[in-house]
């Protein structure tokens, strides 16, 4: 592949993950994801075959980013500490506002029955990878697995509500109730 149709390709898929983030994958559109990018619809299917590869791709970008998150943590914090230090994060004001680097569950989850099987299965890789990440023990998997899905919920609300005071209420009571 070209430097060129690289960096395009690039481009593509940055305006994907933001719409992926705010509008979740059914919702948005080649054609708005093509202009945020600054291209035409025209050139779409010079780089993916359509728009579940483009999403999908995005997807996968998205969730590894949140693990590769969790690599740049100290080693030698106990895991109930890192879950507590990820819950900071991921339950912030900043990332519940980000519009370009956030997590894409909270606008994903919903529509990933009526997706192709490959976003669930991604899914499902992401979860095991933070769990196991994330957990001492196998004992502590599925304390993990409650966290998470309080993270990803509180997450929700939190932006479902917008940036206003209930919001950020919501945000510290899920961040209190982790580990």
Do not use: N, W
């Not at 059914?26 to 619809?41: D, I, N, P």
């Not at 791709?57 to 949140?66: K, N, T």
């Not at 740049?72 to 914090?77: K, P, R, S, V």
């Amino acid at each position: 592949m070209s430097d060129k149709k690289a960096q395009t390709r690039e481009r593509i898929l940055a305006a994907a993950r933001a719409a992926l983030i705010q509008r979740g994958p059914a919702e948005s559109s080649v054609g708005e994801v093509m202009g945020a990018a600054g291209l035409t619809v025209g050139g779409f299917y010079a780089h993916f075959e359509s728009k579940d590869a483009l999403m999908l791709e995005a997807f996968r970008q998205l969730l590894g980013r949140r693990r590769s998150l969790l690599q740049q943590l100290d080693a030698d914090l106990s895991p109930g500490e890192r879950r507590a230090l990820v819950a900071a994060f991921y339950l912030s004001r900043k990332h519940r506002d980000s519009q370009d680097d956030g997590c894409p569950l909270p606008s994903s989850l919903g529509e990933l029955a009526r997706l192709p099987e490959s976003f669930r299965a991604s899914l499902a890789e992401h979860i095991e990878l933070m769990t196991a990440e994330l957990a001492g023990s196998p004992e502590e998997s599925d304390k993990v697995l409650a966290d998470l899905a309080l993270m990803v919920g509180g997450l929700a609300i939190a932006r479902a509500l917008g940036d206003g005071a209930l919001s950020d209420r919501v945000l510290r009571a899920a961040k209190s109730a982790v580990v």
